[in-house]
């Protein structure tokens, strides 16, 4: 007799997906379970405000959105564990999760493991981590009360950024390497005209300078190829997102930039096996699409239990 599976449905990944999917789970009394590494709410709990969820006419601040989603979720019954999923198997009916904690079975897996700050790749980057190099403004943005920084990117994320730094920097440049900005309009109302935010155009980081700390970027202005010096205490980089797919690249289809293909019902190619939130290949990454994504996985997952037991 094959081994009874320890859960119903295991959700890898606690962002406003997983943590939807794993509420919705729960709620159809499925036994849930909800893996995550580091803290629930993933990209969303590094967020200051979030101003384009709806119910909150005044926006929410991500870290609260994130514990109350969680909140949700265990009160229907969901099963939160940090821990770190090292290997997965998705080939069977059962799927096996191998965790930091201990192995986990269930005949459904939803991935929600979401995507991450890409890097800039220049010298200096690396040696400057965490010594005035940052991918996250709210975590380390008051460091800076009174001192200039540099944010690098053109694109929502770089821009909400920049213009929270406002509120502890005194001067923001915004390094932007094209003559325009990717952020959506309404983003961009914020940062153009900013007193306190200079954009320069056309622009790259060609280093990150400073022995023990952050102390100037090496820059390139593309267009008229004229080097410059740029003394700034920090650097935020937000230069776009990568998938979060290395423990389960192999095994499911993913598009070519490295996100898992699903249906509407986000089912992906093997059987059993769901996706949620940032880590689909979609061209809108939102809180709301993620909540929804996980809404959508949740239901698909009782389907697809019920479809076994046919
Ligand atoms: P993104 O939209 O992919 O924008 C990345 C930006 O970085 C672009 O301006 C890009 O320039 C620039 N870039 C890429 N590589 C670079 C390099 N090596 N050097 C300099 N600049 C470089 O990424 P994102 O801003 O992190 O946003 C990710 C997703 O989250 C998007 O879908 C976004 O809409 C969403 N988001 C939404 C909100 C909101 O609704 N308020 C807030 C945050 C994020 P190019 O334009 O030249 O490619």
């Known amino acids: ?79 939160f564990k940090l821990a770190e999923v090292q290997k997965l198997d998705l080939s069977g009916e059962i799927k096996r999760v191998e965790t930091s904690e201990g192995i986990i079975t269930a005949p459904c897996v ?6 991450r700050p890409r890097l800039l790749g220049v010298p200096g980057e690396e040696r400057l981590k965490g010594r005035g190099v940052s991918y996250c403004a709210v975590c380390d943005g008051a460091f800076y009360r009174g001192k200039e920084v540099a944010v690098v990117g053109g694109g929502d994320s770089a821009v909400e950024e920049a213009v929270y730094l406002t509120r502890f920097a005194t001067k923001v440049y915004l390094l932007v390497r094209r003559d325009q900005l990717r952020a959506t309009p309404v983003v961009q109302a914020k940062i153009l005209n900013h007193p306190q935010v200079e954009i320069r155009w056309n622009t790259v980081v060609e280093e990150i300078l400073g022995e023990s700390k952050v102390e100037g970027l090496s820059l390139l202005n593309r267009v008229t190829g004229e080097k410059s010096y740029l003394p700034v205490s920090g650097v935020f980089v937000y230069v776009g997102l990568l998938p979060n797919n290395e423990v389960f690249a192999e095994q499911v289809e993913l598009d070519q930039n490295g996100y898992v293909v699903a249906d509407e019902e986000m089912r992906t190619s093997v059987p059993g096996v769901l996706v949620a939130g940032d880590i689909r290949a979609k061209s809108l990454r939102q809180v709301a699409t993620a909540v929804g994504d996980g809404a959508i996985a949740g239901v698909t997952a009782q389907h697809y239990l019920d479809s076994l037991k046919r």
């Not at 997983?18 to 789970?25: F, M, P, Q, S, V």
């Not at 967020?47 to 929410?60: C, K, L, Q, R, V």
């Not at 939803?110 to 995507?115: D, E, K, P, Q």
């Open 1 to 79: 007799m094959a081994d009874i599976p320890t859960h119903d449905v295991a959700v890898i990944g606690a962002g406003p997906a997983g943590l939807t999917a794993a509420l919705y789970a729960a709620r159809a009394e499925l036994k849930t379970i909800l893996l995550e590494r580091l803290a629930a709410g993933g990209q969303l709990a590094t967020t200051d405000m979030i101003e384009n969820y709806p119910g909150f006419p005044m926006g929410i601040n991500g870290l609260d959105a994130s514990f109350a989603m969680l909140e949700q979720a265990q009160r229907f019954g969901a099963e």
């Open 110 to 115: 939803i991935l929600a493991t979401g995507a």
